[in-house]
């Protein structure tokens, strides 16, 4: 039954027979004979089937709600057995927003000095996609933004405060200034994270609050791209003041408060809640109670 779960979340999550087959590493025949074993075995169609994969049934739907909750207590359940066997060990994947990322080895640092036997991956994406890899299992965890838009059922750890400067050259409009205005920031040729960014809709939202439109002349998803293209002289953006740090500052770059108003969203941790935790996200829930102390930052 738990493999046949597995299987059937593979198909909802890829809307395909056989890049779902491909995932879980069998045929698709084998995919599809395991999700009419289990359609049997329930007794309800899942899978609304024609030529092709053409969604799930209501009955379906439902399904899927308790597949995810019994396949996440079966790896649970198997983690913590391992955990009582040998320790503390397996992989945690992680996802961050582009803001975060300069973050994660505030936390995966000392997680994996105290844990040896544990890895990671971290993979950089959207809070939207974040919130959609935690309900689907496929990462452990994902930092971003907690107070912005919904985050659904989740566990939050709050790591740190976010104010936005301006990220200049020196020698550039107002780059000698020890403070700037958003409307003021309007003015100037900007690279910015893409649309899908939920650091781009905060920043927009500031600039419509300062009754200013604006039109970069640049998007990316990496903050990486844009720092580079500010190094040249010709671009500046607007970053949180601990990534553009994050980079390494040199004389020629220069790092300005944006003011009026003097905006501050909260950056944390996030993991799907479920009681018990799996042994692995305890641990990194931990951690990040420790990073969220550090930082003076209150946790509920």
């Excluded at 959207?126 to 994902?142: F, H, P, Q, R, Y």
């Excluded at 949180?240 to 740090?245: M, S, T």
């Excluded at 905006?263 to 996030?270: D, P, R």
Aim: charged letters at 20%.
């Amino acid at each position: 039954m738990i493999d046949k779960l597995e299987f059937f979340i593979a198909l909802a999550r890829e809307r395909h027979f056989g890049r779902a087959a491909e995932e879980c590493g069998i045929t698709q025949p084998t995919l599809s004979a395991a999700i009419r074993q289990l359609e049997d075995q329930l007794g309800v169609m899942l899978v609304s089937r024609g030529s092709r994969f053409q969604g799930l049934t209501p009955e379906g739907q439902r399904v899927l709600e308790w597949a995810r909750r019994i396949v996440g207590d079966a790896r649970t359940m198997r983690e913590e057995m391992r955990a009582a066997r040998t320790g503390l060990s397996g992989h945690i994947r992680l996802a961050a927003i582009p803001t975060t990322l300069a973050m994660v080895p505030m936390i995966t640092a000392p997680f994996q000095e105290k844990h040896p036997d544990v890895t990671f991956s971290v993979l950089s994406t959207t809070s939207l996609k974040i919130l959609s890899l935690l309900e689907n299992l496929e990462i452990d965890a994902g930092l971003t933004y907690l107070e912005n838009e919904p985050l659904g059922r989740v566990t939050s750890v709050p790591l740190q405060v976010e104010r936005y400067h301006l990220v200049t050259a020196a020698g550039n409009e107002l780059a000698d200034r020890k403070s700037v205005t958003w409307k003021e920031v309007g003015n100037v040729r900007l690279c910015l994270l893409t649309a899908d960014m939920q650091n781009r809709r905060i920043i927009n939202q500031h600039f419509a609050e300062a009754g200013v439109t604006v039109s970069p002349t640049l998007e990316s998803n990496s903050m990486i791209v844009l720092f580079s293209h500010v190094r040249t002289g010709r671009w500046a953006s607007i970053m949180p003041h601990n990534v553009a740090k994050s980079f390494g500052f040199h004389e020629d770059i220069r790092a300005i408060p944006i003011i009026e108003p003097d905006a501050k969203h909260t950056v944390g941790l996030v993991a799907t809640h479920r009681e018990p935790f799996t042994p692995l996200v305890s641990a990194l829930l931990h951690e990040a109670r420790i990073l969220a102390e550090a930082n003076a930052v209150k946790v509920p």
